[in-house]
């Protein structure tokens, strides 16, 4: 069973930046990366990375603003978000997976484990 605490949501004007950070009991899972929830939403993929390679996929609404980066002697996966925008309003969630079809894949049902979320609220 794999535990993922994510942390460092918060209230931002648009055009800031926050960092979310992912802490896992373990990195047993290649694919780890970020999902969001706007409320009467459903969860999507906003950024993931296979932690054995490096290789990461990003929505294509956050490509040049948001970065998604690991270290590993902190079991910690991060999610730099730049230049945020009021539809970047969202709980989002850290997710650990297995690659399926050769890669790591913005889609929810690959990933087994998943966090409590964070929020992350952009004013305008």
């Known amino acids: 069973q794999v535990q993922l605490v994510e942390s460092g949501g918060g209230s931002v004007q648009a055009g800031g930046s926050l960092r979310l950070s992912c802490v896992a009991s373990?990195?047993?899972?290649?694919?780890m990366g970020w999902f969001r929830q706007a409320p009467e939403k459903e969860r999507e993929g906003v950024m993931v990375?296979?932690?054995?390679?490096?290789?990461?996929v990003s929505a294509a609404s956050v490509q040049g603003r948001f970065t998604i980066s690991q270290d590993n002697a902190k079991n910690t996966v991060y999610l730099q978000m730049n230049s945020l925008k009021p539809e970047d309003t969202a709980m989002y969630y850290c997710?650990?997976?297995?690659?399926?079809?050769?890669?790591?894949?913005?889609?929810?049902?690959?990933?087994?484990?998943w966090g409590q979320g964070t929020q992350v609220t952009v004013s305008s």
């Open positions: 990375m296979d932690t054995g390679v490096g290789g990461a």
């Open positions: 997710a650990a997976g297995t690659p399926t079809y050769g890669g790591c894949w913005l889609r929810t049902t690959m990933y087994t484990y």
């Open positions: 373990e990195m047993s899972h290649n694919c």
